[in-house]
């Protein structure tokens, strides 16, 4: 069975752009969540989503945005991106939603200079 | 206090031995444990999960929880160079926080010397 895949694999923005990411869990998997992670630190939470509903919110400010599909594909959204969202960021999937076991994309690089 | 703590290493450890990782958290409404491996570059890799107190076992690792003592570790046997890497402690929120989140630890980076 393929893995969680993610798009794009890197990117470059200017400050103040806007960034949309995506993710595709493993097949079967209803539950995505999205992390941040900056060199040096582990994972950041930012969101959960189960059956399109988000169930959880991290400390992230309200730049950040997320959704998922019917297919139980999601996007992450950042507007007005600053230097310090500069990061590589993570989606995992997992089977229900709770504390059951996440498995990560290869993640998207994204830097904001 | 942070939440899940790790050391940071490196843990250095020659080939062929044991490799001891350890982790402690503060919410005691914890309930799911998770260990992931990661390269340098990659995505964390999901090695193993525990739920209740004891050991669990998989191949070359081990890993223990003790909810008592807030504590979590990972033991890695017969450690090989392919092993290096870091090693990042998950735990789920909590009630409290949220049970549907992880908090990860920094990582302790782990260096096996060939």
């Known amino acids: 069975d393929a893995g969680v895949t993610q798009s794009p694999t890197h990117l470059i923005k200017t400050r103040g752009q806007q960034v949309t990411l995506r993710c595709s869990p493993i097949s079967g998997h209803k539950s995505v969540s999205w992390y941040q992670q900056v060199l040096g630190q582990g994972p950041q939470f930012i969101f959960q989503y189960y059956e399109k509903e988000e169930r959880g919110r991290g400390n992230f400010p309200d730049r950040f945005s997320a959704r998922q599909f019917p297919n139980y594909s999601s996007e992450l959204n950042v507007n007005a991106l600053l230097l310090g969202d500069s990061a590589l960021y993570l989606c995992a999937s997992s089977k229900p939603t709770g504390a059951y076991e996440q498995y990560f994309g290869p993640g998207t690089r994204l830097t904001v200079t | 206090q942070k939440e899940v703590e790790q050391n940071s290493g490196p843990l250095s450890v020659p080939e062929g031995a044991i490799a001891s990782l350890n982790c402690t958290y503060s919410?005691?409404?914890?309930?799911?444990f998770f260990w992931y491996r990661q390269y340098s570059g990659k995505s964390p890799e999901l090695i193993m999960s525990?739920?209740?107190?004891g050991d669990k076992e998989d191949g070359r690792f081990t890993a223990q929880l003790n909810k008592a003592s807030q504590y979590v570790s990972l033991l890695i046997r017969d450690s090989q160079p392919s092993d290096s890497a870091t090693y990042l402690c998950a735990v789920n929120g909590g009630r409290g926080s949220g049970t549907y989140k992880y908090i990860f630890g920094t990582g302790t980076r782990l260096k096996v010397l060939a």
């Open positions: 525990i739920y209740s107190n």
């Open positions: 919410d005691r409404g914890s309930q799911s």
